[in-house]
Structures are given as structure tokens and as C-alpha cells.
């Protein structure tokens, strides 16, 4: 697995480095043919500030920020966009022009929740939403149906890796897109080439009254 694994560099940064293993691997929502790793990015300081600052340099200066809503295991990254937030001329709605980095929890019936502690940094607030990965959109519909169910009002989406480039007339912006990413490509479940292959071999291995292994 480690010799498969391919590095690409962001347009925003040499310092920005992508790992991804091309093969067939299935997420939640579709099959994609390359495992994307955000290990290094949302774990390694030093890459995380540079994500965080590349993202923050890429927002209109008239932004309103009073909180990070973060997924994917992003509160790194999250942390130093903060960081960059409150150095610039970022205006923020919040006591001591600070922002707020918060992750939302998933309830017994996988419903995306935020608990009543971390409410009032949603009600009212104006929220970034940052993930590491989007490739159909439905993660991202999803959380910004809660954030706009909990009284936060949306103002930029950030995502280090996205295969979309709007969702509900918002721009998402990102580290990487799949032009990054040569041959990169994402399949609805049953509509997946790679199974699709993998059925006809079964069919023709049992037809000529082979077992599987």
C-alpha cells in the first residue's frame, strides 16, 4: 500500500501536500477510485497553519467569521484559521472579536446534533463551515441543514479536497479539486464500474462451476 501512495501540491502552496492511493474505495455516499489521506494535513502543525492561512487568505475581506464549524476531524486546521481570522481585519460578531472553533456530534439516530453548551456559538452566529473531503455534496447539505436548523447563518464553505464547486449557490472553496487529481473519479454505488467488473468475474468464475475464494 505505501508504494501506491501519490503526492500532489496545492496551486496555493508547495507546503500543501495531498496523499492519495488510487484503487476502489467506497465511502458512504459513492465508490471513488482513489483513497484520499488528509492524515498529514489535519495532523502535522505546520501543515494545518499553511491550510488555514491559504483558506483565509482566499476569503473577501468583509467576511463576517464568529465561528468554525468543523468535520472530518479538521479542529487543527480550524484552529490556526482562526488564528489568522483574529490577526487580519476580519470583523466578528463575538465578545473579545474571537472565534469560535466547534464540532458538531452525531445523536443515536445519526442525526447531526450540537450539544446545549455549544448552542449559543451557532444561534446567531456567522459560520464557516470547514470539512476535509466532499465528493457528492450530501455530507455538506447536511451540515448546513443543521447549522441553519440551530440559527447560524452560513457565510463560506472551505474544504481541503472537493470534486464540487457550488452547493445551494454557495461557492465551496478548496486545497484541491479533481483536476489535481489525474483520472479521479466518483461513482453512485450502483452505478460503480469497479463492482460492476467484479460481478461479471464471480458470474463467469460460478458459470464455469468455480468457487469463490
Known amino acids: 500500500m505505501e508504494n501506491k501512495v501519490m503526492k500532489f501540491y496545492s496551486k496555493a502552496g508547495s507546503n500543501i501536500i495531498l496523499r492519495a492511493i488510487p484503487g476502489h474505495f467506497a465511502t458512504s455516499h459513492s465508490h471513488i477510485n482513489y483513497y484520499v489521506d488528509m492524515t498529514g494535513l489535519k495532523t502535522r502543525r505546520s501543515e494545518a497553519a499553511a491550510v488555514g492561512k491559504a483558506f483565509v487568505q482566499r476569503l473577501p475581506i468583509e ?19 482562526a488564528e489568522e481570522l483574529e490577526k487580519g481585519s476580519f470583523p466578528s460578531m ?19 446534533i450540537f450539544r446545549d453548551n455549544l448552542v449559543g456559538e451557532i444561534q446567531g452566529k456567522n459560520v464557516l463551515l470547514l470539512l476535509a473531503t466532499a465528493t457528492t455534496g450530501m455530507t455538506m447539505r447536511r451540515s448546513l441543514e443543521c447549522i441553519e436548523y440551530y440559527g447560524g447563518q452560513v457565510q463560506g464553505i472551505c474544504a481541503v479536497f472537493s470534486a464540487i464547486k457550488s452547493i445551494n449557490g454557495m461557492m465551496v472553496e478548496s486545497m484541491f479539486d479533481t483536476s489535481d487529481i489525474p483520472g479521479y473519479q466518483a461513482y453512485e454505488v450502483h452505478n460503480c ?5 467484479k460481478q461479471k468475474l464471480d458470474a463467469m ?3 464455469y462451476g468455480y468457487s469463490k475464494l
Do not use: R, S
Request: net charge negative; proline share 4%.
Open 205 to 207: 468464475v460460478n458459470g
Open 63 to 81: 467576511t463576517v467569521v464568529d465561528t468554525i464549524v468543523c468535520l472530518d476531524g479538521c479542529e487543527v486546521i480550524g484552529a490556526y484559521m
Open 193 to 197: 464500474p469497479y463492482c460492476k467488473a
Open 94 to 112: 463575538n465578545m473579545h472579536n474571537t472565534v469560535y472553533v466547534v464540532t458538531p456530534e452525531f445523536n443515536v439516530n445519526n442525526q447531526m
